[in-house]
């Protein structure tokens, strides 16, 4: 038998939408503790921010590595939906998806896109104006201007506290970011061909486990910063 | 009992194909579906209509024949078993029934129900067999020793009868159980790992080149299988598959 090689089969394009969702899934666990301090105690988040905006290896390794993979994720994942949808011209009269798999499984492009929208709006609101306090203002102290204490949970009470259309839509975003974590999190397993019969139900419970606690933990934050300054 | 029938009508590849309705009464519960489809065809001769192409061979689920998409699922509401195996009593007097070809670009369709699976043959013949010398000199079976487990797991992959419920059914058309379990079922065998880097890459490649759509492992066509084939025999494709694209 000879070998047949080709340059990216398809198994290879669900690997590379594996292994960044795989990152995606770190980072959202990063992002969680480091939010989660906010709730804590306010200067352990204001240490903890400082350090993750002003660090050279978060900055300017750790930053690039996730832009790449957020873009990547996204592209890909239409580009294959679109590429998918190409494999059927004539659609069926009638298409009893439910029967046979789950709405998370059959919806990633819905929940994947709401999750961008999400992006969109969560961008506006904290990372752009990071970007141009830091690398266009040039303010690298992380100082709120013109005191001697930090800006960062500050900034991040502003955005919640008496802002409930900006809560509901964070609640939304992270319904949707459950929804495709409950698919993504064990379909990325079996991406790169991890399926055990011990492992992989144990996986699935984790799966489940992190869909629901991550984005719970998001929105509770959310929540508490609205609530917890009077209105 | 009495039927409205919605069933997908298509005179030959070229033309566009449409649903039309038929009515069909004295259907017998104790009927198989292909009975209920001579029934239908026996009254559109009678009536000087042409009667509905359908494929159908074995009529015991094993063939891999039968191909219909009867409302909105692969061989049907009952899981495990193939439109011949499926019978009258699933469905009540009064009922729709919308009967559809298995759709999938790289199964275009022939006539009516008929679609063309000739892309599992071409993807079998890229690698889904073991090159042997049958020249007289054949070994006993029982002289190389396999693990019970694995000859269980590949006469399990084995059992795809190559129907073609995988594709009709995924949400992306993809061939990845059938092509897995192709794969698996010589991929566990001793026999079958001298070529098994090759086998992966050529039967992916075929597959990829046959227009089937990317697996986002839905799981819908584990579910649809008429023979229960696993989805873990993709993840070992993928395994073997990336095996060999590392290793090579």
Redesign the interface.
Known sequence: ??????KL???????LMALTGFFLMLFLLQHLSINLLSVIDADMFNEVSHFMGTNPLVQYVLQPILIFSVVFHFAWGIY?EY???????????????S????WM??N?IISGLAVLAFLAVHFYDFWLPEINVKYIQGDMSGMLHGTDHFRYHEELVAKFANQPIRVVLYVVAFVMLSFHLL?GF??SF??????H?KYTPIIKKLGNLFAIAVPIGFVIIAIYHYNIHPH | MNLNL?V?RQDSPQEK?K?VDYQLGGISEHMSFLEMMDVLNQQLIDNGERPVAFDHDCREGICGSCSM?I???AHG?VKGTTTCQLHMRSFNDGDTI?I?PF????FP?LKDLVIDRSAFDRIQH??GYI?VNTSGNTQDANATPIPKENADLAMDAATCIGCGACVA?C????A?LFVGAKISQYALLPQGKV?A???A??M?????SE??????????CE??CPKGIS??N??????E??D??VN?
């Open positions: 038998m000879s070998t047949k090689k080709q089969s398809s198994i290879g394009k669900k690997v294959l590429q998918n949808n190409q494999a059927r011209d004539v659609k069926y009269a009638k298409y009893k998806g029967a046979n798999a789950t499984s059959r990633m698919h064990q379909s079996q991406s790169v061909g991890f399926n019969s | 919605k997908w194909g649903m998409f409302n909105g699922e509401p919308f559809e759709r999938a670009n790289a369709v890229s690698g090159s059914t949400k992306n058309s993809s990845m070529e880097k090759e086998r890459q050529n992916v490649a075929q597959m990829d227009g089937f759509g990317n697996c986002t492992n839905t799981g819908a579910v649809e989805l873990t993709i993840a070992r494709m993928n395994r598959f990336l060999g694209s090579s």
